[in-house]
């Protein structure tokens, strides 16, 4: 797991914003942070120091993606928590045909994993008109031995966390997205999120990182 802390222009709050599969900086680099923001990314094991959190007198969670299910088992053990939880296009159950990422879905991107498949995983994120175009410009510098560990270290902390225990403030979901369906997302939801936010969005979301961290 890789952490960097980014300076914005309010040093007294913090945002943590975990990232989801796939994904490294490049893509949120240019952007120009309203407050010191915490970003987590590339799961492959759960090496993360989360003490940052202890140096601001509070801190907000925004999730993307799978994302959303490791910052749920990380608050589910923090002793401090967030003033606020925010999701976009995930749930805290992770890999969950019902509620989350399709199985099957999940297990072809690992067992036919290439660098031409990691192009249309990131064309199927984005959608295919300029989102797409964009993000092929800034997209993640990893390895495709880095995305195979991720997806099983994804695959074993969904089956191995018991997510529903915390209410979040609000999720965000995409009705275009391609990745975790809609429909499973506001199952995944149901009971668990104060507010729900319909987005005429694909599982990617230039614009929404920009609202939220600029």
């Not at 589910?76 to 509620?99: D, Y």
């Not at 984005?126 to 390895?143: I, M």
Request: one cysteine or more.
């Amino acid at each position: 797991m890789e952490t960097e802390l980014l300076k914005g222009t309010d040093h007294n709050t913090l945002k943590v914003v975990f990232l989801g599969f796939g994904q490294d900086l490049t893509p949120f680099s240019s952007l120009n942070l309203s407050s010191d923001t915490f970003f987590v990314y590339d799961y492959e094991d759960d090496s993360a120091d989360f003490s940052v959190i202890y140096e601001y007198k509070k801190y907000e969670v925004i999730a993307w993606s799978l994302g959303v299910m490791m910052s749920d088992i990380f608050v589910s053990k923090v002793e401090k928590k967030p003033w606020k939880m925010t999701a976009l296009n995930g749930t805290p159950f992770g890999i969950n045909s019902e509620k989350g990422v399709d199985a099957a879905l999940y297990k072809a991107t690992l067992d036919n994993l290439s660098e031409d498949n990691m192009t249309r995983f990131y064309r199927r994120m984005c959608g295919r008109g300029q989102e797409f175009a964009a993000f092929t410009k800034v997209k993640p510098s990893r390895s495709l031995v880095s995305f195979k560990n991720e997806l099983m270290f994804l695959a074993q902390k969904s089956t191995a966390h018991r997510a529903g225990k915390i209410v979040w403030d609000e999720a965000f979901i995409g009705l275009k997205d391609a990745i975790i369906a809609p429909l499973n997302q506001e199952r995944g939801w149901q009971g668990h999120a104060l507010n729900l936010v319909k987005l005429d969005a694909a599982h990617y979301s230039a614009q929404f990182f920009k609202d939220k961290l600029s």
